[in-house]
């Protein structure tokens, strides 16, 4: 079955550290997003990558870094100098003809 | 950048009652899309708008996308316990970008 593979589902870390989420899909989807949700907040896009070896800042990129040396594989760093990363984190891709994303199911990062 | 305001924030309702949440957004989007989002899942894809004034339903939900261009509603018939969760509009612009709503709690009390 084509989809997306977000992993780990939850992940605890230290404080200061830094930590990569993982995100693969079997789609064949050119773009691929990372977004950010917090409670009442909605989704905030962090980068986009249309296409490989390129990426675009989102809306709150600042803490954060990503990769796209693969057409499959999107990962996510989140960096000491993101100041509030415990969050919900997701990967989306879209296919051409706006049809819309598909989503991941999500990786739950706590920072202690 | 792009906002989307959706309404309402969240909703108690009981099982069998009809729902009804909509978005407005001060730009125009090229196709108006609806999510559900289930506890500690991703967004699911409910109904895709492609077309002003366009009318859409599937099985007990109908959306539509606003004749402006910048609004959408989505409606729930005869709710049950299932139909819990988050609901997210989304705008998407031609770049495939999406701007999404802050969503919609749906609470049904069975």
């Known amino acids: 079955d084509g989809g997306i593979t977000q992993s780990p589902k939850y992940l605890f870390r230290k404080e200061g550290q830094n930590v990569t989420l993982s995100c693969e899909q079997n789609?064949?989807?050119?773009?691929m997003y990372w977004y950010r949700q917090d409670p009442g907040q909605g989704l905030r896009l962090i980068y986009y990558s249309q296409i490989v070896n390129d990426f675009q800042k989102g809306d709150i990129a600042e803490g954060y870094s990503v990769s796209r040396e693969k057409k499959e594989s999107f990962p996510l760093t989140v960096t000491s100098a993101q100041k509030n990363p415990t969050a919900f984190y997701l990967c989306?891709?879209?296919?051409?003809?706006?049809?819309?994303?598909?989503f991941g199911s999500g990786t739950r990062l706590t920072v202690v | 950048g792009q906002q989307l305001n959706q309404s309402p924030q969240s909703m108690f309702i009981q099982e069998g009652e009809d729902v009804s949440m909509n978005c407005t957004s001060s730009s125009i989007f090229n196709t108006w899309l609806w999510y559900k989002q289930d506890p500690g899942e991703g967004p699911v894809l409910l109904i895709a708008?492609?077309?002003?004034?366009e009318l859409t339903s599937n099985g007990r939900l109908t959306a539509q996308f606003g004749i402006t261009r910048k609004d959408s509603f989505l409606n729930i018939s005869a709710s049950i316990p299932s139909d819990v969760g988050i609901y997210f509009c989304?705008?998407?612009?031609?770049?495939?970008?999406?701007?999404f709503g802050k969503g919609t709690l749906l609470t049904v009390n069975p």
């Open positions: 989306a891709t879209v296919r051409p003809g706006n049809y819309g994303y598909t």
């Open positions: 789609l064949n989807h050119d773009a």
């Open positions: 989304a705008g998407q612009s031609s770049n495939y970008k999406l701007t």
């Open positions: 708008l492609y077309k002003a004034g």
